[in-house]
């Protein structure tokens, strides 16, 4: 585990992340995929954003705080999710994911009141 001041030098608010610092991070994404860990992770077969079951040949690896955002490849960063929940998340911080999804549920919401009224 890295100390807070090992992480601290890794990312500037400022700044987006330095490619090479990034490609690392990948890497160590990559060896995780083989990890026992991992495995069990997927194993669960439950999407962590929408919550839905799936095979866990269908889940993918998705960090929470995107690696262009700053986030790492440590395991609290790191969470098994369905392939149209990691594609939708994109590269959302975990408020603005939140934000998209409850714009999503106030979009449907209304569409379906409007499409009441409009029956009657």
Known sequence: ??????????????FAPDPGWIEREKKKARKLRDSPWWKKKKAAGKCHYCGQAFKPAELTMDHII??????????????????DCNSRKKYY??????????????????????M?????
């Not at 911080?93 to 209304?110: C, F, G, R, T, V």
Request: charged share 30%.
């Open 1 to 14: 585990m890295r100390s807070e001041q090992e992480k601290s030098e890794d990312f500037d608010p400022f």
């Open 93 to 114: 911080l975990p408020h603005e994911w939140q934000e998209y999804l409850d714009n999503l549920q106030k979009s449907a919401a209304a569409t379906s009141h409007n």
């Open 66 to 83: 995107p690696l262009s955002r700053g986030g790492s490849s440590e395991k609290s960063n790191i969470v098994a999710c369905c392939k």
């Open 116 to 120: 009441d009224n409009s029956e009657t």
